[in-house]
């Protein structure tokens, strides 16, 4: 199972970026799909973006004009850049990587989060 750890959350005001960073402990090479997922107070954890291992991503409907996901194989690093922030966008955002263990067979192992804070 492969470790993640976020990075890059913080408090901004509306209209700033932010550039969060998940590092994996293993090769992202050939990793099924790379997210991350975000869950605000009182609300369910959601899909932000996502990459699969051929490059192709996914974008909330709320969050693609602004955000955009990418990855370092090299690195083992996934990153999502944030700008024009906005309020609604406070929440933990979560990093989560899905492994194929055999066709139709997933495993899903998630970061602890880091916590972005949208505020005058």
């Known amino acids: 199972q492969v470790q993640l750890v976020e990075s890059g959350g913080g408090l901004v005001q509306p209209g700033e970026s932010l550039r969060l960073s998940c590092a994996a402990s293993?090769?992202?090479?050939?990793?099924?799909?790379m997210g991350w997922y975000r869950q605000a107070p009182g609300k369910q954890r959601e899909l932000v973006a996502d990459i699969t291992s051929g490059g192709s991503t996914n974008y909330k409907d709320s969050v693609k004009d602004r955000f955009t996901i990418s990855k370092d194989n090299a690195k083992n690093t996934v990153y999502l850049q944030m700008n024009s922030l906005k309020p609604e966008d406070t929440a933990v955002y979560y990093c989560k990587a899905r492994s194929s263990l055999r066709p139709g067979l997933f495993q899903d192992s998630w970061g602890q989060g880091t916590t972005v804070t949208v505020s005058s």
């Open positions: 293993k090769s992202i090479f050939s990793i099924y799909t």
